[in-house]
């Protein structure tokens, strides 16, 4: 059984260490989020639920669900995601619903590229080394190595992050640059 690693809770945490020197360089009040109210939250959960679900790879899970490390589980993750942002974006500031769009542009490139490998998202494996990898451990659930046959290259696992030990694709990097325009926009003054 895979469990996410360490770098990977702090790769997820790392939009709110952003948005926060954002928020404070542009002087917003972090307070302000408590008022941030999104629709159908549950959405949101259920989506990040299912993702937690497809990495773990528990042993009760479905050999229909299993089949191509999981495509169909992470195929209804996208969906509740997608919906979710949909549901979101009427009645938001520009700032807002630039943010949600991004999120959504970053999770649909890398579900479109996991889903066109029979999902799996291919990585570099000189990023990696890049970003510190020493040698080939166990596979991840869902991550292969990058080869000629792998479609959609550019939107891989390419870029090195060698402070947390990461290998990132543009997705995952769109995924955090929306999570920061939110949480800044959510940082704003309300128009009076």
């Not at 952003?18 to 917003?28: D, E, H, Q, T, V």
């Not at 959504?104 to 990898?133: K, Q």
Request: aromatic share 10%; net charge positive; glycine share 10%.
């Amino acid at each position: 059984m895979a469990v996410p690693s360490l770098t990977g809770t702090a790769f997820l945490l790392s939009p709110l260490v952003f948005a926060a020197i954002a928020g404070l360089l542009l002087r917003r009040n972090p307070l302000r989020l408590t008022e941030l109210k999104f629709r159908w939250i549950g959405l949101l959960w259920a989506a990040a639920a299912l993702a937690f679900v497809r990495y773990t790879d528990p042993d009760w899970l479905p050999h229909w669900s299993r089949a191509y490390d999981g495509l169909a589980v992470l195929g209804a993750a996208w969906t509740l995601g997608a919906c979710w942002v949909v549901l979101n974006l009427s009645g938001r500031d520009a700032g807002m619903r630039t943010g949600l769009v991004t999120l959504w542009t970053g999770f649909t490139l890398n579900f479109l590229t996991i889903a066109l490998n029979r999902g799996v998202m291919p990585y570099s494996a000189s990023a990696a080394r890049l970003a510190g990898f020493t040698q080939q451990g166990p596979a991840v659930v869902g991550h292969a190595e990058l080869n000629r046959g792998h479609l959609l290259p550019w939107l891989a696992d390419i870029v090195p992050v060698p402070v947390i030990a990461k290998v990132v694709s543009v997705g995952d990097l769109l995924m955090i640059a929306g999570l920061v325009v939110v949480l800044v926009s959510g940082m704003a003054r309300k128009q009076p």
